[in-house]
């Protein structure tokens, strides 16, 4: 089992930039794959990023591909997600999440365990 904690939202211009955080507790933080969600209010949970085990590799929604980049660092049990150029449509809270199963997933059922979840609000 594996405890994920989020931080890093805020409220943000567009065009700004944030750098979400996710801290894990618990199980090996190497053994997990990583991802992060949204959801904005009315709307179903959507895909954001999700990296492998080692960081070597990466996935992105397209609409936040090419802005925002997924990182992590094992030593420290964390994952970050950098996000620039930050759009009022990014507005949502936003959701880190751990897979124990091999390979990358880019689906809510794809995880296992999920963060509590922390708001990102792009002002116009």
């Known amino acids: 089992q594996v405890q994920l904690v989020d931080a890093g939202g805020g409220l943000v211009q567009a065009g700004g930039s944030l750098r979400l955080s996710c801290a894990a507790s618990?199980?090996?933080?190497?053994?997990?794959?990583m991802g992060w969600f949204r959801q904005a209010p009315g709307k179903e949970r959507e895909f954001v990023a999700t990296?492998?085990?080692?960081?070597?590799?990466?996935a992105y929604a397209d609409t936040v591909k090419d802005r925002f980049a997924i990182s992590r660092d094992n030593a420290k049990n964390m994952m970050f997600l950098q996000m620039n150029s930050l759009k009022p449509e990014d507005t949502a809270v936003y959701y880190c999440?751990?897979?124990?199963?091999?390979?990358?997933?880019?689906?809510?059922?794809?995880?296992?365990?999920w963060g509590q979840g922390t708001q990102v609000t792009v002002s116009s």
């Open positions: 999440a751990a897979r124990s199963r091999a390979g990358l997933a880019v689906t809510t059922s794809g995880y296992d365990y």
């Open positions: 618990g199980r090996t933080f190497s053994d997990y794959a």
């Open positions: 990296i492998n085990w080692s960081g070597g590799a990466t």
